[in-house]
């Protein structure tokens, strides 16, 4: 049976876990909100990107860019995006997961000869994934590329991975995030970055009159050439938006932990609290009882 020093002690210690919970809960809600402000701020730079190539598709004109060539799939790149710090609940375990079924549907699809390079963002995400054994897939890293990374850096790895593909030493490139939602939804998501497909790039919600309408429009230079100079943005400010997307899921991942954390804390000590005053009260009962008995015997 704890003694009333034994509780008030945990009543403490857990009184303490409560407030660190709560402190790390709101500093986690902050850094939410301003991810959410760098995407919306980086919304309409990729929204008119993406207008100005729907413009182009729906011109009459050919286009050609070996970044939207497809081949032969023997090799594929997979960037794998999770955290670098903990306290996150499932997070990288859920992407861990999504990233095994994956790899094992990629393997039914290309076969088992298919070769897979693991590019993972995040300490957490890479220390899962170099423990993997399962023939034909490779671990890479990045000097610096991590989970908070900034656009310099972003761009420099997607220009590697652009390369990589350019040069043949892969197939196809995808990457595997957390897309945020809400601060209670985030959506694990899987987006082709090589070869580019005309699904990505064009406009959503293009109705058929405005394509029309593109068709009337002069462009200069040429509509293959502006195509290809376009192109490479959009791949950069896909790989933007889902590295700010992967951070914001993060930390509303960390918030929803932080948030468990202290209900569960609140309820542990309102029982030690409650388990604190009876063994309180019974201890002044039995010294009450022992000065009565006392008095009696006088």
Known sequence: MSTLRELKTR???VSSSEKIT??????????????????????PFKDQIRSIMGHLLSADASYSSPLIESRDVQKIGIVVYGSDDGLCGAYNINIFKHLVARINSLKGQ???SVEIVLYPVGRKIRNAVEKMDVPGV?????EGV????????????TLDLQKAFLEGRL????????SFKSMSRQVLTVEQLFPVTEEA?????ASQDVAEENRLYIFEPDP???????????????MQEITIENRASEQAARVMAMQSANDNAKKLLDELRLEYNKLRQQSITTELLDILGGQVER
């Open 201 to 205: 790039i064009r406009s959503e919600g």
């Open 138 to 142: 490779v671990v890479e890293t990045y």
């Open 224 to 238: 293959n050439r502006i195509f290809n100079e376009v192109l490479p943005m959009f791949v950069l400010s896909t």
């Open 22 to 43: 709560g402190a790390m809960k709101m500093i986690s809600s902050a850094k939410v909100h301003k991810n959410e402000q760098a995407l919306r701020r980086l919304l």
């Open 171 to 178: 197939d196809m490139v995808e990457v595997v995030f957390m």
């Open 110 to 112: 290309y076969g088992t």
């Open 11 to 13: 009543i403490g210690s």
């Open 146 to 157: 991590d989970s908070k990374m900034e656009g310099e850096k972003v761009n420099a790895f």
